[in-house]
């Protein structure tokens, strides 16, 4: 995938070892999210795209399932197998499964490893530490890299939303995921302003996990609280009411039972974390220059990432700051396809991507 204009063209030729290498291993692009891991492989676009969940030997880190199949077991595995999200918050939780999952997503795109090791780009968010950074850098090196170059979130999915990053004129891009929202103001291929808080879509599940509990007495899963959020989740007081039965288990008695769910009340469940992510974007705006904030009254926010797509959000962010807000196209895919578009031309733009720093 090319996204012409887009980036500026910096100079720096391609290595004759680069090329060969180019030759028998592409380049890789990986969103390396808390919910979701998404594979590009350069001049194939996205390859793979599956939950980021490791299932395992209960007590060991033997892997049993990766991604898809892994995630259908939440909830539902036997006592053998336990079932891990190695990332959390936008950042690794657990080293040797995220390097475990980072081996089967290579392997998935390029192979078993043979003599070739490709080279990596990884989203990570913009708020992580030099600590966080050499975790991801020493995991994806051991999972098979040869290198491993870093961009930031909210800069690869605004690359990915077709925003002039390059442009002497301010973007703004809230890229809301599963464990982080990235705020972002862009302008002349740098992040001006930015803001990073570890509120998104797992907190609005954990938010109604506990709201059931206390409202009812009853537990339910993480995959039901998820499907309660996508089903009846609401950024702004609902004009009607909808009620959808779910299931879980009394924790009085222990036994299952069936409850009744409004979305009223999943407003209220989540009312407190869709405010913080709200409140996040009202910061960048007010620490962005007077200059580029002009710009914004024209060109508007652009939203990114699965949690963008919760119902009201972006009317709730129109009416609290004033500006016009629009979701991208897939916003799911904004950050892989950014990266996506970096390694079209990834020699020239090394320059500007960080370099992670391996033990
Ligand atoms: N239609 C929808 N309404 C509300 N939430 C949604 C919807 N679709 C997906 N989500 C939520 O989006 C989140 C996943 O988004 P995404 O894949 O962008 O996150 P991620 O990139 O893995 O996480 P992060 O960037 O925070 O590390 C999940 O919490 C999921 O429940
Ligand atoms: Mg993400």
């Known amino acids: 995938m090319r996204t012409p204009g887009i980036l500026p063209t910096l100079p720096g030729g391609m290595g ?4 060969i290498h180019g030759m028998f291993c592409p380049d890789l692009g990986i969103d390396l999210g808390t919910a979701n891991t998404l594979v590009a492989v350069q001049g194939r676009g996205i390859i793979a795209n599956e939950p980021s969940v490791v299932a395992v030997k209960r007590g060991t880190k033997q892997v049993e399932a990766v991604g898809d199949q892994a995630k259908i077991m939440i909830g539902k595995n036997p006592g ?26 290579i392997e998935k ?8 090791r490709p080279r990596l780009v990884v989203a990570v968010p913009s708020g992580i530490n030099e600590v966080e950074k050499g975790a991801v850098t020493n995991s994806a090196m051991r999972a098979g890299a040869r290198e491993v170059h870093l961009i930031s979130e909210p800069m690869a999915a605004a690359i990915g939303a077709g925003l002039p990053v390059s442009e002497p004129v301010g973007s703004m891009i809230v890229d809301i995921g599963g464990g982080t929202t990235e705020v972002a103001v862009i302008s002349l291929a740098g992040i001006v302003a930015s803001e990073s808080v570890r509120v998104a879509g797992d ?4 938010a109604i996990i506990k709201h ?3 409202l009812h007495g009853v537990v339910i899963g993480e995959n039901t609280a998820e499907q309660i959020k996508f089903q009846l989740g609401c950024a702004l007081p609902p004009a ?28 209220q469940a989540i009312h407190h974390q869709v405010a913080s992510i709200v409140n996040s974007v009202k910061m960048v705006l007010e620490r962005t220059a007077p200059e580029l904030a002009s710009d914004l009254i024209d060109r508007g926010i652009t939203l990114a990432g699965g949690t963008s797509q919760l119902a009201g959000l972006s009317e ?7 500006l016009p807000v629009k979701l991208a196209k ?11 578009a970096l390694l079209e031309n990834l020699d020239a733009l090394l320059p500007i991507l960080e370099s992670g720093k391996a033990d």
């Open 330 to 340: 897939e916003p799911l895919t904004c950050v892989a396809r950014g990266c996506a």
């Open 80 to 105: 053998s197998i336990e079932v891990i999200r190695p990332m959390k918050d936008g950042v690794i939780s657990d080293l040797e499964l995220t390097e475990a999952m980072l081996r089967y997503f």
């Open 203 to 206: 907190e609005l599940d954990q």
């Open 212 to 214: 059931f509990k206390d």
């Open 316 to 322: 709730l962010l129109s009416q609290e700051t004033g």
């Open 240 to 267: 009607e009411e909808r009620t959808i039965s779910v299931r879980g288990r009394d924790l009085r008695t222990g036994m299952p039972r069936s409850i009744d769910v409004t979305n009223t009340q999943v407003y």
């Open 109 to 116: 795109a390029i192979g078993k490893r043979g003599v070739f």
């Open 16 to 19: 004759l070892y680069s090329r």
